[in-house]
């Protein structure tokens, strides 16, 4: 069993053909049972057969291989792609991730890039890349088994949607002390004490939704702290030719923490030099453990494809390590951070306010179920939210979406508008992108689409020139984004519903994408 890619399989597979070995199958997996077999006949043991055949291959693999001569043990290797051992009674698992086995086991073996290993009914052994002996101990993790069940909820989607109230204020939890002017980030502040004090610079590597997280993460930290900030796909990092600041971190974000190319892109960063920070939903996984710090978000076991809880968590993180920057280098006056840190903690109740809108916004969906094509709008730190937004739509509901900056809207998206065409447009309350927000409805509405506005609570105007209303909850611009993202995922997720489709494993998608 072979998760990842072996990126010479060519040369090796020519290798083995050579050798007079006969191929059945295409795969770059196969080549791995030849290398292996091949060295089992020139008299090695299986997991001295496995040792030498994983030095021989370039790429990423988790490998699990079972052997007939052996038929009561089973043989690992990992290198870059996510492997674990769930440790149970008189049995074992194997899996990429902790929810695959959650409902057998509770206690969770970390297997560390390089390492080689056996298991068998009992336990397990495992050496590193040099050869050592390694105790990888089991360790216990939180999450129930409850956690990989719907509980009621038509999917995991809804249900994790709705549990957003709750991942928030786990996230905050014992991190956010408005009368003290403090803000922890559980270690990691510490760890990265020397580059925190002089910094000049945040680059921030992320892949899908969690890129999404970063780009509204560029203008919440750039704005209340005053520092450059750049965000880049992570799977274009290692294009880019990025001029590593001695007083730059580098932030990677990642709910699983095992994305391939955000690991990579960390890598990469590290290499040259940069300190890394995590942002992650998984303790322990490669990319916190790569990482010279992390800070957890909480959100608990995230199982729907479609990630929600997991990016309203990250964006919550987001807006206290901006505070704490900003506090940290004098950006923030003692009343700004009090009221701001005070409003972060009124989210979690504000996202439940929300969530009670739930059949409303089904209803608005109702009339969009044949609808080819969707415009997303939103400026500043809305912006990536109107993409994540689309996104969200694409992934589950299958329908195109396209998410803008609103002010680009005229330079060439508005040739797609047409009569009755859905154009979902942020705006809140926020004096710097109001008016010319308002004005973008204006031109869209010119043009007979049909707009969804979600705006702030008491709003009045736009009820007059949106043809759809959906509110939220006042706030604080700092904080908006993470308010305004719940009701386009309930959106997204009915519409998708509506249109019958499989929302948890919407086709051609994984939950963790573990190859480059
Ligand atoms: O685990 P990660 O946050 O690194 O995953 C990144 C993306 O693969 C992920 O956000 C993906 O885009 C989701 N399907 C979005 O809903």
Known sequence: VHNGIIENYVELRRRAIRAGRRFKSETDTEVIAHLIQMEIGRGRKPLDALRRTVKELKGSYAVIVFCRLTPDRIFIARQGSPLLIGCGEGEQWIASDIPAILPQTKRIAEVFDGDIGVVTRD???????????????????????GVAEKEGFKHFMLKEIFEQAHAVRDTLRGRI???????????????????????????????????HAALTGEYL???????????????????????TDPCGLTIAVSQSGETADTLAALKLAKKNGSPVLAISNIMGSSIVREADAAILTRAGLEIGVASTKAFTTQLAVLCFLGLYIADLHGKISKEDFRAISTRLLELPRQIQSILRRSDEIR???????KSEGFLFLGRGAN??????????????????????PAGEMKHGPIALIDKGTPVVVLVPDDPRTYDKTISNIEEVKARRATVIAVTTAGNKEIARLADHVIYV???????????????????????????GKSIDKPRNLAKSVTVE
């Open 123 to 145: 336990g397990h052994e495992i050496w590193d890349r040099d050869g050592k002996r390694k105790e990888r101990d089991c360790r216990e993790i939180k999450w129930s088994a």
């Open 177 to 211: 002390f408005p009368d003290e002017r403090c803000i922890s980030l559980d270690g990691a502040e510490k760890k990265l004490k020397k580059i925190m004090g002089c910094l000049r610079q945040i680059t921030m590597v992320a892949c899908g939704t969690s890129y």
């Open 363 to 369: 209803k608005i969906a109702r009339r969009f179920t």
């Open 473 to 499: 909850p006042k706030t604080t611009w700092f904080l908006t984004p993470i308010l305004m993202a719940v009701p386009l995922q309930l959106f997204a997720y009915h519409l998708a519903d509506l249109r």
């Open 383 to 404: 912006y990536p939210i109107a993409l994540e937004g689309a996104l969200k739509l694409k992934e589950i509901s299958y329908q195109w979406a396209e998410g803008y």
């Open 221 to 243: 930290l750039g704005d209340m702290c005053g520092l450059p900030v750049v965000v880049e796909t992570a799977s274009e990092y290692r294009y880019r030719n990025f001029f």
